[in-house]
């Protein structure tokens, strides 16, 4: 099922209009419930107040080539977001991703939420992980259906780099099942985004453990785990082992959301 979001830049008819005169629809649907009141503004004017409960902003106004459209807390100046978009005789898809807890804060794309096939597994990863120095860490997706907790560069399957602390990576769709129909397992290294180094490097090496070591898993056989035919929302976050002689802030990974 998709999520359908967008701003719809329609004809219509709406009580009594001049001859010739155009309007547009806006509509703009919130994909996340947070309870937030906002404001939508359009050219810099009020032109909504609206719940993120009642799932959309939905205003009819005169037809313009363009449209600034910005969206702010009720009772703050601070515009959240803004964009100017070109009106004209075709629909134009925005909506609106507001989830600051989880890096969300931005102007989204249809697609962007559309949930993926049955057979299909999809992942926004969330950076949350504070064990590097430089913030970003570059994440590395492996196959390994044998579950022998290794990451082997012909397992490799892609590499989102560069994700902020603190913010989401885009979309990534990745087959749930293998040719023969059995299930794909997927486990990832986080790697510091500058240096290159794995969060797991130095555990491995205090305990002797092989280089290629991989502990994440993302879909595991287990309720917490991602799972099919919707995005799973993953936030990288630290696990602290504490040793007794030494902590560790290894990367773990939690699954947030499911759209």
Not at 74 to 102: C, Q, R, W
Not at 115 to 131: M, Q, V, W
């Amino acid at each position: 099922m998709s999520i359908l979001f967008g701003i719809q830049l329609l004809s219509c008819k709406k009580g009594t209009v001049l001859e010739g005169e155009k309007f547009v629809e806006v509509y703009i649907p919130f994909v996340f419930n947070t309870g937030d009141t906002l404001d939508l503004l359009v050219d810099g004017k009020l032109a909504q107040t609206q719940t993120t409960s009642r799932s959309f902003f939905n205003v009819v106004l005169k037809q313009k080539d363009q449209l600034n459209i910005s969206i702010r807390k009720t009772g703050s100046t601070e515009v959240l977001k803004d964009t100017t978009v070109t009106v004209s005789s075709e629909k134009i898809s925005l909506g609106y991703a507001y989830e600051p807890s989880l890096g969300f804060n931005r102007f989204v794309k249809p697609g962007d939420f559309e949930r993926p096939s049955s057979d299909s597994i999809a992942f926004i990863l969330i950076n949350k992980y504070t064990g590097f120095g430089s913030g970003k860490i570059n994440v590395t997706i492996y196959r390994n259906n044998s579950k022998d907790y290794t990451a082997n560069p012909a397992d490799s399957v892609t590499t989102i780099k560069n994700i902020a602390l603190g913010t989401m990576s885009e979309k990534i769709v990745l087959p749930a099942n293998s040719g023969d129909g059995t299930k794909n397992l997927y486990v990832i290294i986080v790697r510091d985004a500058v240096s290159g180094v794995d969060g797991y490097q130095e555990y491995y090496t205090d305990y002797g453990m092989p280089a290629n070591s991989a502990s994440v898993f993302i879909n595991e056989d287990n309720a917490a785990s991602a799972v099919s035919g919707v995005i799973n929302g993953i936030s990288i976050v630290p696990y602290i082992y504490d040793t007794g002689s030494k902590i560790y802030a290894l990367p773990d990974v939690t699954v947030t959301f499911q759209l």
